[in-house]
């Protein structure tokens, strides 16, 4: 059965990687979600997926050149679907507290070593803290991120978010010891689904929102998909 993950919660119905999003998410039933994670100036983790400010919020200026306890005061309704009401930049913490997913894709951007190795364990401690260390995975496309990940949170899983095809995917997941390959669906042919499978890992495929690419995909065998709509994706897969 091809599970689902809301992306950035559910992107194409609510302002992405925001409470309101998640929680968007959860009222289809869906109870796994994928989301970015970038740190604040003060060592947060903070959910949201550009480096800058923005695209989402309309704001100037860089997530790490701000404290947490102001980008949670910015409004990230800017640029995704029309919504009535606020809905600031959610700390990780927060969406631990407030949801009850039974699984969570945290996608760590790319990054320095150091601001590498910050992120994994203050996603450690925080997983810890909530007692999910086994419903979370670090993914990232970054491989300073998932060297850090292996080194200094071996305990947590990990996975590869692949986008292109100039490397062999199989192979850099295999080099990290990741169990989950988040493969974009236009690198899914039936050949490698099988390929990673047989590796022994999990391949998630995004951003899948088309209800005929949703049924193909799920025809091949993947083992989730990762869509804006999850209670389309959820009312696609249930009629099959």
């Known amino acids: ?8 919660g559910a992107k194409g119905e609510a302002p992405e990687n925001t409470l309101t999003s998640f929680q968007q998410c959860l009222k ?7 989301l970015d994670l970038h740190l604040s100036a ?3 983790l903070m959910v949201i997926h550009d480096p800058t400010l923005k695209r989402t919020t309309g704001r100037r200026g860089k997530v790490f050149e701000q404290q947490a ?20 930049i959610p700390r990780l913490a927060e969406l631990f507290e407030k949801c009850d997913f039974e699984h ?14 910050t992120t994994v364990l203050a996603i450690r401690e925080l997983a810890q803290e909530f007692g999910l260390l086994d419903k979370v995975t670090i993914t990232s496309s970054s491989r300073e991120v998932l060297g850090a990940a292996a080194e200094f949170t071996p305990d947590i899983s990990r996975g590869l978010v692949a986008e292109y095809a100039w490397l062999d995917p199989l192979k850099v997941a295999q ?35 088309e209800p005929a690419l949703m049924r193909r995909l799920a025809d091949f065998g993947v083992d989730s998909l990762i869509t804006d709509f999850p209670g389309l994706a959820s009312a696609t897969l249930e009629n099959r």
Request: glycine fraction near 8%.
């Open 1 to 8: 059965m091809t599970q689902i993950y809301g992306h950035r």
């Open 28 to 34: 289809h039933g869906v109870r796994r979600c994928e």
């Open 42 to 44: 003060d060592n947060e």
């Open 69 to 88: 306890a102001d980008l949670i005061t910015y409004d990230a309704r800017k640029g995704g679907p029309g919504w009535v009401s606020a809905s600031p």
């Open 104 to 117: 969570w894709q945290l996608e760590v951007k790319s990054a320095s070593r150091t601001r590498a190795v």
């Open 175 to 209: 080099n990290y010891g990741c169990n989950l390959l988040a493969l974009n669906w236009t690198l899914c042919t039936p050949e490698r689904l099988i390929k990673a499978q047989r590796q022994g890992l999990h391949v998630s495929v995004w951003t899948v929102n």
